[in-house]
């Protein structure tokens, strides 16, 4: 099956700086998901991906699917207490079934 | 807002117990799923379930796993005997329908298998 590899696993940021996680697959991804889970909480849907080069933003948040459709990114600016969890690409199989998850971001935040 | 949810939020049991993990899912929702996740890792899929029956399921999902529909809210996840590989975050999901669309979770219910 399909198969995500997130890095880093873990993200140590100053508030206020900028940090990027990365998730890659060795094939084609028909679309990539982006999901942040909180300290003790469930996955929370962010954006979905479905275009080569596609690139959308949440406030602080842009997301940017690779042109080969085989990685895909996160960046967060001006990074804030908030967003102190963990970060998974997710990619939705072949019969819009299942989602197959990345390994996670971690991030932490030092104030 | 519509939400996913799951009791019991926690569950402690014995090795070799019977468990069942019980889920409402969204009400216009069609397509519903389990997912586990051990303390630290990722999130991992178990099974899907669709118009009754199981589309897909992952090797985790072995004999001693059940999924069921009982009525028209409820979303059953049963595990006939527990080992204590077990413990873990149960989250379900849900969606409206086939692809393009968000799977919304619950909140989970945290097992510890002793």
């Known amino acids: 099956g399909q198969q995500v590899m997130q890095i880093p696993q873990y993200q140590h940021v100053q508030e206020g700086e900028d940090f990027t996680t990365y998730c890659n697959s060795s094939?084609?991804?028909?679309?990539i998901q982006w999901y942040k889970q909180r300290p003790g909480g469930h996955p929370v849907f962010l954006i979905q991906?479905?275009?080569?080069?596609e690139v959308k933003k949440q406030k602080r948040l842009t997301f940017q699917f690779g042109e080969a459709k085989k990685n895909s990114s996160l960046h967060i600016t001006a990074t804030q207490t908030t967003d102190v969890g963990t970060y998974f690409c997710?990619?939705?199989?072949?019969?819009?079934?299942?989602?197959?998850f990345g390994g996670g971001t971690r991030v932490l935040v030092k104030p | 807002e519509p939400e996913v949810t799951q009791t019991p939020s926690h569950q402690v049991t014995q090795m070799g117990q019977e468990v069942i993990l019980r889920c409402v899912p969204i009400?216009?929702?069609?397509?519903f799923y389990w997912y586990r996740q051990i303390l630290g890792q990722k999130v991992e899929f178990l099974v899907s379930?669709?118009?009754?029956?199981?589309?897909?399921k992952s090797e985790i999902f072995d004999d001693q796993f059940s999924v069921e529909r009982p009525d028209g809210s409820n979303f059953t996840l049963k595990i006939r005997s527990t080992k204590l590989e077990d413990s873990a975050m149960y989250f379900c999901?849900?969606?409206?329908?086939?692809?393009?669309?968000?799977?919304?979770f619950g909140p989970g219910t945290r097992l510890l298998v002793l």
């Open positions: 999901a849900s969606k409206r329908k086939d692809v393009s669309e968000t799977q919304y």
């Open positions: 094939t084609t991804l028909s679309n």
């Open positions: 991906l479905v275009k080569s080069g």
């Open positions: 997710a990619v939705e199989g072949a019969a819009g079934n299942k989602l197959t």
């Open positions: 009400s216009n929702h069609l397509y």
């Open positions: 379930f669709y118009n009754n029956e199981i589309s897909e």
